[in-house]
Nanobody, 117 residues
C-alpha cells in the first residue's frame, strides 16, 4: 500500500490548511489512519489518528484546532488557527489488512507545512 500526501505549504499564523493522504493498492480493512509531524531537530510525533470505528485521538497542542477525517482510502487533516510551532513535515500513516489478508503499516513521503509571517 502506497500513500501520497498533498496540501502542505506556507501559511501565515492564524491561517488554515487541509492535508490529504490517498492510499493506493488493495486495502481490505484499515486499523488506524493517522498524521504525524516532525519539526526540525525534534522526533516525529503523533498529531491525530482515527480508527476503523471512527474514534479520533489528538495530541494536546492541536486539540480544538485540528480535525481528522477519512473517506474510503483518503484521510484528511483540517488544520485551523495555525501557529508557528505547527511547522514541520507532516507524514501520513495507515495500518490495516491488504491483499491476502496481510497486515501492512505504510508511511507517506511527507509534506512540508510552514507557518510564518
Amino acid at each position: 500500500v502506497q500513500l501520497m500526501e498533498s496540501g502542505g505549504g506556507l501559511v501565515q499564523p492564524g491561517g488554515s490548511l487541509r492535508l490529504s493522504c490517498v492510499a493506493s493498492g488493495i486495502i481490505r480493512s484499515f486499523t488506524t489512519m493517522g498524521w504525524y509531524r516532525q519539526a526540525p531537530g525534534k522526533e516525529r510525533e503523533l498529531v491525530a489518528s482515527i480508527d476503523s470505528s471512527g474514534s479520533t485521538n489528538y495530541a494536546d497542542p492541536v486539540k480544538g484546532r485540528f480535525s481528522i477525517s477519512n473517506e474510503k482510502k483518503t484521510v484528511y487533516l483540517q488544520m485551523n488557527s495555525l501557529k508557528p510551532e505547527d511547522t514541520g513535515i507532516y507524514y501520513c500513516n495507515v495500518g490495516g489488512k491488504g491483499s491476502f489478508g496481510r497486515s501492512f503499516d505504510s508511511w507517506g513521503q511527507g509534506t512540508q507545512v510552514t507557518v510564518s509571517s
